[in-house]
């Protein structure tokens, strides 16, 4: 996601500076960003937002404003090994936020997910949702948006913090639902669906997040709280379903497998507030994953490489196989 936004960013903003942070743990991957990697106003940094000297190191000449997408983000690696997630989430943030506040940045905004609410069965959660996370994952990135919140109270340091949705699109590492079940039948492999497929997630195509996460750079509140949301519901099973008919294939591709612990079933939110800074979703569902699917497919090499290496290692331990 991170790469993506830089991109639709250096696009539409010819005079912004980008200093891109970056620790490149097995999901990160400069080839995303090639296109752009000798652009004047992009730089790079390799380094750790828990490390207080990396941070510096980005920062030195001085920024505007911190945009925070570094994250370990995906769930099942969370219940294998909640280590990393702690260190890079939680104390990650609290680096950045404290470098931020020595730099007295104009902004802070913090990417955050809508699993720190947990699961709800009807309706939405609002900004004001009580947090319930049930994964180590969702934990983590709910004590960083309650450091973010303690830094705005506590030091006036201008935070924003930002709940979405599932995002998809190209470039999506590929232990996500939609890069893997595209790849793997592009593979002619069969599909893993955890548990009945029944569970249900609200999805953003990712180029509608960047204008999202745009917006709220620009009309966003310091101390204030945006959810980012479409309303595109979504059980397991029909973006299964959308994707096999998409690559002409049929149930027969679908394996059953054992569910995810503490799997939350359903997860939305209502994202009235964005919608007041005058954003909204511009790509379907529907167009969006025709997008990916056609990414994928154009794409090949980008992700075989992934999954002839490190993935394969993680994906035997997941799946046994
Ligand atoms: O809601 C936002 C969150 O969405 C982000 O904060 C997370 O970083 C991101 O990983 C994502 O979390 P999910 O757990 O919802 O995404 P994931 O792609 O892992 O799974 C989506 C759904 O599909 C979930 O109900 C589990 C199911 N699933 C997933 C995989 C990888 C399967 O049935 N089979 C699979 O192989």
Not at 69 to 94: C, M, Q, W
Not at 262 to 290: C, S, T
Request: aromatic residues 14%; proline residues 3%.
């Amino acid at each position: 996601m991170g790469s993506n936004f830089i991109k639709y960013i250096l696009a539409r903003h010819a005079d912004w500076e980008v200093v891109n942070l970056d620790k490149l743990t097995y999901a990160g991957n400069l080839e995303n960003l090639r296109e752009i990697e000798n652009s004047p106003n992009y730089s790079f940094v390799k380094g750790d937002i828990a490390s207080a000297q990396d941070v510096e190191k980005a920062l030195g000449n001085g920024v505007d404003k911190i945009i925070n997408y570094a994250a370990e983000t995906h769930v099942d690696r969370s219940i294998l090994a909640p280590d990393a997630f702690i260190k890079t989430d939680v104390f990650g943030t609290y680096t950045l936020l404290e470098a931020a506040r020595q730099h007295n940045v104009a902004q802070y905004i913090q990417i955050s997910t809508d699993e720190v609410f947990g699961s709800i069965k009807t309706g939405a959660f609002d900004e004001q949702s009580p947090f319930e996370p049930n994964s180590p994952y969702a934990a983590s990135k709910a004590g960083a948006d309650h450091l973010c919140r303690a830094y705005f109270k506590t030091y006036n340091l201008p935070v924003i913090v930002s709940h979405s949705c599932n995002f998809f699109g190209p470039n999506q590492y590929l232990e996500k639902l939609i890069p893997l079940f595209i790849t793997n039948l592009l593979e002619n492999k069969k599909v893993p669906v955890y548990g009945a497929g029944d569970q249900r997630r609200e999805w953003i195509f990712t180029e509608d997040h960047c204008k999202a996460v745009e917006t709220i750079m620009e009309k966003g509140e310091a101390g204030e709280v945006y959810n980012i949301g479409t309303g595109f519901e979504k059980t397991n099973l029909e973006i299964t379903r959308f994707i096999l008919q998409e690559l002409g294939f049929g149930e027969d591709r679908i394996e059953y497998v054992k569910d995810r612990p503490g799997h939350d079933w359903r997860y939305a939110v209502n994202a009235e507030k964005l919608r007041g800074l005058g954003w909204q979703p511009g790509i379907g569902w529907e167009e969006g994953l025709r997008r990916t699917i056609k990414w994928y497919q154009e794409n090949e090499s980008w992700w075989k490489k992934i999954k002839s290496g490190e993935y394969l290692e993680y994906y035997k331990q997941q799946y046994g196989k």
